[in-house]
């Protein structure tokens, strides 16, 4: 038996897990990000942490197929990253980096494509070679697998859903710097932004007039308990994520479209919601679709890093 790591690699945290090679979580642990000094520490600081867990082990380097990374920003099938704002990396060739610093070889993803591929290997996705993942939070990120095989495009950008326009007329501006994105109405501040314009557009009484600061949780709360503002952000809601996935799959034509993210918490209330204006939308070709729930949560980027370095190395 060989062995592997997957890590996911965040902005705040770094998450590391050690797997067999079929795919066993063995152990898993976590190390802050040191994002001190342009990030200079954080490859180092991964290295210790896996030399270590090796050496405490006594686990010959010999057995170990590889190390996959998943990062947060775009990066080549060749491991070049290209900026990680929220880490300070410019532009640089991690896999080369972290390989040198190991001597183990290591691939490198996008990190929203990687937790795609885990839940493609060992989650919603598992048995389907089509499916798309959108990980609904506080913006919206997203991975497809298309014949078996994550998109990861010419500039590692593939299955950057979250952009894709949706309101030609929208006036406020995406994190991105244009308007009218999916990721400003299908996200997690999308519930809110929406319950926020319907309360500022009309006098109809709410119990989210009271609330201070209206997160998602509270929108699903109101409409849940009556509330008419509740109901009707979250059918424009609905109406917006199952134009966004209807649109996707008629390019995608997907088994499985599996929905991760803080919004998921909802549960079947949002598959619920989501299924009618799917199906008014999508091409008729395409519609046979099944919805379902992330299911490895914090751990599918792992999951999906270590998949990474068992594909290229095995
Ligand atoms: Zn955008």
Redesign the pocket.
């Known amino acids: 038996m060989r062995y592997g790591f997957g890590i996911d690699l965040g902005g705040t945290t770094v998450k590391l897990a050690y797997f067999d090679e079929q795919g066993n979580l063995l152990y898993k642990w976590e190390i802050p990000t040191n994002t001190a000094d342009s990030g200079s520490h954080i490859l180092p600081d991964i290295a210790a942490a896996v030399n270590g867990y090796l050496q405490e082990n006594q686990i010959e380097k010999s057995s170990i197929i590889g190390i996959g990374i998943g990062v947060p920003g775009p990066v080549s099938s060749k491991g070049v990253v290209n900026k990680c704002v929220n880490l300070g990396w410019g532009v640089f060739n991690i896999a080369e980096e972290l390989s040198g610093l190991t001597d183990l070889p290591v691939k490198a993803g996008n990190d929203a494509n990687v937790a795609a591929l885990g839940e493609y290997w060992k989650g919603g996705g598992a048995g389907c070679e089509n499916m798309i993942m959108a990980t609904l939070g506080t913006g919206v990120g997203g991975g497809i697998v298309v014949d078996g095989r994550v998109l990861h495009g010419a500039h590692g950008s593939g299955g950057e859903i ?2 894709l326009v949706l309101n030609r007329d929208e006036t406020e501006r ?3 710097g ?1 308007r009218g ?1 999916a ?1 400003q109405y299908c996200s997690a501040t999308g519930v809110s932004t929406l319950a926020k314009r319907l309360l500022a557009a009309s006098d109809t009484s709410s119990s989210l007039r009271s609330v201070e600061k209206i997160m998602a949780k509270d929108v699903f709360d109101a409409a849940a308990a009556g509330d008419e503002i509740g109901k009707a952000a979250l059918e424009q809601y609905f109406a917006y994520l199952g134009e966004f996935l209807a649109n996707l799959s008629c390019v995608i034509d997907p088994e499985v479209i599996v929905l991760g993210g803080g919004v998921c918490k909802a549960g079947q209330v949002l598959l619920d919601g989501i299924e009618p204006y799917f199906h008014k939308y999508v091409f008729h070709a395409a519609s046979a679709v099944r919805f379902t729930i992330a299911q490895l949560g914090n751990d599918a980027g792992a999951y999906g890093a270590f998949k990474l370095a068992l594909d290229a190395f095995a």
């Open positions: 979250g952009h995406c994190g991105c244009k994105c990721e």
